[in-house]
């Protein structure tokens, strides 16, 4: 995949990212007791900011696969994209749908970040600048 999907794909978790980041400040008012609601908004905050790392992680790996050709930096961002759809997308569903069915796919988004970042330091190993 060119870096240009990866670039688009890091500007649309970076928009949502704020959206939610907003949300999450002043947001929540269905959630009556105070307590649930500040647990909700920390959750919140959590899920958001591993969205935005990763939306600039993709950023970055965009800006890498403009200059190199590498199977590696194409699997790094889909990991990074799954990951931050597993892991912040599975947490919001959560905290504002109430869906809990799906938690338990949440720490795989956790594993697809991290296998993300081990498949990026692979890649920067094995650039070669394009001729």
Known sequence: MGGRIWIAVAGLLGAVGVGMAAYATHGLGFIEDSTLREAARATLQTAVQQQMFHALALLGVGALAQRAESRLLALAGLLFTVGVLLFSGLVYLRILGGVESLR????????????????????????????
């Open 104 to 131: 338990m796919f949440v720490p795989w988004g956790g594993t697809c970040l991290i296998a993300g970042w081990l498949v990026l330091a692979a890649a920067g190993l094995g650039l070669r600048n394009r001729p």
